[in-house]
């Protein structure tokens, strides 16, 4: 999915959050699978259009997770994986996730990825 952006403004806080948007998840994807009986492999896909793909196996199951569309749910409000199949949709930034001075606000932005993540982990099938 291409994200489309209402105006400049929107573009450049996509810009502002993504990155700490991708290490917050990477963080806590890893903390996950520390305590997980799941194992993870990343893979770098350039087609259709870049992305990062996390890949989970237990046994013989396995879950393929697009690490960018976690960072647009992340950076985006009521951003829903369902958009992903859209060529592109409008978002709109959380702006939350930026504090009064126009930067980062990391705690939160911390505190979104934490919770993405968690229910992943939480729904993922047993053995």
């Known amino acids: ?13 996509a810009q502002l959050l993504m990155q700490p948007a991708f290490i917050r998840i990477i ?8 305590r997980s009986a799941w194992k ?16 989970l196996k237990l046994g013989t199951r396995s879950q393929v997770i697009d690490i960018w569309e976690l960072c647009y749910q992340v950076c985006f409000k009521n951003y829903e994986p369902t958009h992903a199949a ?3 949709v409008e978002v709109e930034i959380d702006t939350t996730a930026i504090d009064e001075m126009g930067e980062v606000n990391w705690q939160r932005l911390d505190e979104k990825a934490k919770q ?12």
């Open 86 to 88: 859209m060529t592109s």
């Open 40 to 55: 993870g492999t990343y893979e770098e896909v350039e087609t259709p259009y870049p992305t990062y793909l996390l890949h």
């Open 1 to 13: 999915m291409k994200p489309k952006f209402k105006n400049v403004r929107a573009w450049e806080q």
């Open 27 to 34: 963080d806590h994807i890893r903390k996950q699978l520390d």
């Open 116 to 127: 993405l993540i968690e229910n992943i982990f939480a729904n993922l099938p047993a053995q």
